[in-house]
């Protein structure tokens, strides 16, 4: 018989059994669309946190000065004042291993802009620390090297800072008063919302490092160093270069230890990917479990038409088809059935999860991988228990198959 | 060899139910010429379904040689025992064996979509044709529950009929038919021997057996008796008769 022929008895027996071809459709359906639903929906809450995650700073290395023992008390980290702009030079200047470098000096007090006044944070930085942190600005424009080095005194506010300052107009352009020092407001930065520990990170102000150093601060000493590490990858070879650098800039001794630290991210890296871990197992159990259901659905409307299949096979074989035919023509109904099924459960999978991700405010990702694995599986199942019981009676007696019950 | 269409040689069929063996057929040695009408009658369990099921190469003996028209049956290979119930032998199930929910017309289509050795022209037409020889050429779009008892075994007829196969395998094809329509069938038996077709009817009933050339009983398995019938009745005309009757008693 030729194959048209087989496609063609296929789709009629299929047509001619429309609830059962329905129910077995709607067991594909069912598995393929919730795995994709949820697979699509964790992805992109994995996605979300590791976004999270790296908006807290691009392969950041944070150095704070040592701490000062004296007579066997510590005095904790940053009381050995030894970071100077002299460091942050050399950093500049020699590092291979770094992108970007800045120093921060922190200096608060209290911020006045006409009838309005602020107790607030001032945070000196270089202009390239935007990209340390990966902030963004609002409004306006961030200082740049030249007011840097003219210790111009250009301010760019927090969003909080902004609000309580300037309820009612454009901050960009005004002025006000850090300390009695007078400042020209030439930009705003972008909400940046709460940081991990509960601090909110928009109640600052950001000047030129040499502007805080200088008018604000004593003139000499740094309290942190920012850089960049290259890449990730780098970030090893990158610490290495910084404690090298920093040490022959304070003339250390080969014997001494180091007079300052430097953190970076991986404990928080650590976390995050142990969250992302623990999520990843979770949907794959989620999205195993819901294979499971799907297939056993499948399997059950299967079996459950063997029985009127079986005499079906029974009353083909007597008027002569070959064994090979009724499995062919099995074989195709399975795949016509699973592909149809596969084809709406990725359609409705996708849809559901479009629209469950816009209610939750999760970002929805679609895996191919997964959209491929779980059709196949389910391709599978469905081929699997549709082709099996009709192989065996195919290979009955046309009489046994006839009496089958 | 002798030109025997149909050649059993002691032919055994053994069932075992549990501990106890049953032998549906024991050591039965047979032979229908071409041509011939023949009846098989017995009372139940005597073995002539069984027997029906082998001629018919739906079912294998358990031992003993089966040779149709000089072929050797228990040879041959699923593949060519499907080709050999395709082409050579049209059968009548007692219980019909329709496809549900599939017309008459499919039904009946259904044996020449198997056939890949005679490939026919116009197969629609063929079972249009089959369908209008049986006298259903007016429910061709009807699915067997849409059928009356008497209608589904003319289509099966129908089907048997459609590959236009020298033998015609019946097995109690009257079984659940009324006295009218099971002479309607016997005459259209008849008129298909008249020619050429040979024809093996199983049945009970003594007066369907009447219409056939040739009696054979069986009896647990075995021949009991295998005789010519001189004088078989003439369906036609009982048919007539009966027509008759009806009409008088109605007038």
Same mark, same amino acid.
């Given at each position: 018989?030729?194959?048209?022929?087989?496609?063609?008895?296929?789709?009629?027996?299929?047509?001619?059994?429309?609830?059962?071809?329905?129910?077995?459709?709607?067991?594909?359906?069912?598995?393929?669309?919730?795995?994709?639903?949820?697979?699509?929906?964790?992805?992109?809450?994995?996605?979300?946190?590791?976004?999270?995650?790296?908006?807290?700073?691009?392969?950041?290395?944070?150095?704070?000065?040592?701490?000062?023992?004296?007579?066997?008390?510590?005095?904790?980290?940053?009381?050995?004042?030894?970071?100077?702009?002299?460091?942050?030079?050399?950093?500049?200047?020699?590092?291979?291993?770094?992108?970007?470098?800045?120093?921060?000096?922190?200096?608060?007090?209290?911020?006045?802009?006409?009838?309005?006044?602020?107790?607030?944070?001032?945070?000196?930085?270089?202009?390239?620390?935007?990209?340390?942190?990966?902030?963004?600005?609002?409004?306006?424009?961030?200082?740049?090297?030249?007011?840097?080095?003219?210790?111009?005194?250009?301010?760019?506010?927090?969003?909080?800072?902004?609000?309580?300052?300037?309820?009612?107009?454009?901050?960009?352009?005004?002025?006000?008063?850090?300390?009695?020092?007078?400042?020209?407001?030439?930009?705003?930065?972008?909400?940046?919302?709460?940081?991990?520990?509960?601090?909110?990170?928009?109640?600052?102000?950001?000047?030129?490092?040499?502007?805080?150093?200088?008018?604000?601060?004593?003139?000499?000493?740094?309290?942190?160093?920012?850089?960049?590490?290259?890449?990730?990858?780098?970030?090893?070879?990158?610490?290495?270069?910084?404690?090298?650098?920093?040490?022959?800039?304070?003339?250390?001794?080969?014997?001494?230890?180091?007079?300052?630290?430097?953190?970076?991210?991986?404990?928080?890296?650590?976390?995050?990917?142990?969250?992302?871990?623990?999520?990843?197992?979770?949907?794959?159990?989620?999205?195993?479990?819901?294979?499971?259901?799907?297939?056993?659905?499948?399997?059950?409307?299967?079996?459950?038409?063997?029985?009127?299949?079986?005499?079906?096979?029974?009353?083909?074989?007597?008027?002569?088809?070959?064994?090979?035919?009724?499995?062919?023509?099995?074989?195709?109904?399975?795949?016509?059935?699973?592909?149809?099924?596969?084809?709406?459960?990725?359609?409705?999978?996708?849809?559901?999860?479009?629209?469950?991700?816009?209610?939750?405010?999760?970002?929805?990702?679609?895996?191919?991988?997964?959209?491929?694995?779980?059709?196949?599986?389910?391709?599978?199942?469905?081929?699997?228990?549709?082709?099996?019981?009709?192989?065996?009676?195919?290979?009955?007696?046309?009489?046994?198959?006839?009496?089958?019950? | 060899?002798?030109?025997?269409?149909?050649?059993?040689?002691?032919?055994?069929?053994?069932?075992?139910?549990?501990?106890?063996?049953?032998?549906?057929?024991?050591?039965?040695?047979?032979?229908?010429?071409?041509?011939?009408?023949?009846?098989?009658?017995?009372?139940?369990?005597?073995?002539?379904?069984?027997?029906?099921?082998?001629?018919?190469?739906?079912?294998?003996?358990?031992?003993?040689?089966?040779?149709?028209?000089?072929?050797?049956?228990?040879?041959?290979?699923?593949?060519?025992?499907?080709?050999?119930?395709?082409?050579?032998?049209?059968?009548?199930?007692?219980?019909?064996?329709?496809?549900?929910?599939?017309?008459?017309? !499919?039904?009946?289509?259904?044996?020449?979509?198997?056939?890949?050795?005679?490939?026919?022209?116009?197969?629609?037409?063929?079972?249009?044709?089959?369908?209008?020889?049986?006298?259903?050429?007016?429910?061709?779009?009807?699915?067997?529950?849409?059928?009356?008892?008497?209608?589904?075994?003319?289509?099966?007829?129908?089907?048997?009929?459609?590959?236009?196969?020298?033998?015609?395998?019946?097995?109690?094809?009257?079984?659940?038919?009324?006295?009218?329509?099971?002479?309607?069938?016997?005459?259209?038996?008849? !008129?298909?021997?008249?020619?050429?077709?040979?024809?093996?009817?199983?049945?009970?009933?003594?007066?369907?057996?009447?219409?056939?050339?040739?009696?054979?009983?069986?009896?647990?398995?075995?021949?009991?008796?295998?005789?010519?019938?001189?004088?078989?009745?003439?369906?036609?005309?009982?048919?007539?008769?009966?027509?008759?009757?009806?009409?008088?008693?109605?007038?």
């Amino acid at each position: 018989m030729r194959w048209h022929k087989l496609i063609l008895v296929a789709l009629k027996s299929i047509a001619r059994n429309k609830m059962r071809s329905l129910l077995t459709m709607l067991g594909i359906i069912i598995g393929v669309a919730s795995v994709i639903t949820m697979v699509a929906l964790g992805e992109g809450s994995q996605a979300d946190i590791e976004g999270q995650v790296a908006s807290l700073g691009t392969n950041l290395l944070m150095v704070r000065p040592g701490s000062v023992s004296s007579g066997g008390v510590s005095g904790g980290a940053g009381s050995r004042p030894s970071l100077t702009m002299d460091d942050v030079a050399r950093l500049e200047k020699y590092a291979t291993q770094l992108r970007w470098v800045s120093a921060e000096i922190r200096a608060s007090g209290q911020v006045i802009a006409g009838s309005n006044n602020w107790s607030t944070t001032i945070k000196g930085v270089a202009p390239n620390y935007l990209s340390i942190r990966n902030y963004e600005m609002e409004n306006g424009s961030f200082f740049t090297a030249r007011e840097s080095k003219m210790r111009a005194k250009v301010a760019v506010l927090g969003k909080t800072v902004a609000d309580e300052l300037f309820p009612d107009q454009d901050p960009v352009g005004a002025r006000l008063r850090i300390r009695n020092v007078p400042f020209k407001v030439i930009g705003v930065m972008a909400e940046k919302g709460q940081s991990a520990m509960g601090n909110d990170q928009d109640d600052i102000i950001f000047a030129p490092d040499n502007t805080v150093l200088y008018r604000l601060s004593n003139g000499k000493t740094i309290h942190d160093i920012s850089a960049s590490a290259i890449s990730s990858e780098t970030m090893d070879a990158a610490k290495e270069e910084l404690t090298a650098l920093l040490r022959s800039e304070h003339r250390l001794a080969a014997t001494a230890e180091d007079d300052f630290v430097i953190r970076d991210q991986t404990e928080i890296v650590a976390i995050a990917t142990r969250v992302t871990g623990t999520l990843t197992l979770l949907l794959s159990s989620i999205a195993g479990v819901s294979l499971l259901v799907g297939g056993i659905g499948i399997m059950n409307i299967m079996l459950v038409s063997v029985t009127e299949r079986t005499r079906e096979i029974g009353i083909r074989l007597a008027v002569g088809a070959r064994p090979l035919d009724v499995l062919a023509q099995f074989l195709i109904e399975a795949a016509i059935l699973s592909l149809l099924g596969g084809l709406i459960g990725i359609l409705s999978g996708l849809s559901a999860a479009w629209g469950v991700g816009k209610l939750l405010g999760v970002s929805a990702v679609v895996n191919p991988t997964v959209v491929l694995i779980t059709v196949l599986f389910t391709g599978a199942v469905g081929v699997f228990f549709g082709f099996y019981p009709a192989r065996k009676a195919a290979n009955l007696n046309p009489i046994d198959a006839l009496r089958y019950e | 060899m002798s030109a025997a269409q149909i050649r059993l040689s002691h032919i055994c069929k053994f069932f075992s139910l549990g501990e106890v063996e049953v032998r549906a057929l024991d050591d039965l040695s047979l032979e229908i010429d071409r041509g011939e009408f023949v009846a098989i009658m017995g009372s139940s369990g005597s073995g002539k379904s069984t027997m029906m099921n082998i001629l018919g190469c739906l079912d294998t003996p358990t031992s003993g040689g089966y040779h149709f028209d000089g072929i050797a049956v228990e040879t041959l290979n699923r593949r060519q025992l499907a080709d050999l119930r395709n082409t050579k032998i049209g059968f009548v199930f007692q219980g019909f064996n329709l496809l549900p929910r599939t017309t008459a017309l !499919e039904n009946v289509g259904l044996p020449l979509l198997y056939d890949r050795h005679r490939a026919v022209a116009d197969p629609q037409a063929r079972s249009i044709e089959a369908l209008q020889r049986v006298g259903l050429g007016d429910r061709l779009d009807h699915e067997p529950n849409q059928l009356s008892g008497g209608q589904q075994q003319r289509v099966a007829i129908a089907r048997a009929l459609v590959t236009d196969p020298p033998i015609i395998l019946a097995d109690e094809p009257t079984g659940n038919l009324d006295s009218h329509t099971t002479l309607e069938v016997m005459a259209l038996f008849q !008129e298909l021997n008249r020619e050429g077709l040979t024809l093996v009817v199983v049945t009970h009933e003594t007066e369907v057996a009447e219409y056939a050339g040739r009696l054979i009983e069986l009896r647990d398995g075995m021949l009991l008796r295998d005789e010519v019938n001189p004088q078989p009745r003439d369906a036609q005309a009982d048919l007539l008769e009966l027509q008759t009757e009806k009409s008088d008693a109605l007038a």
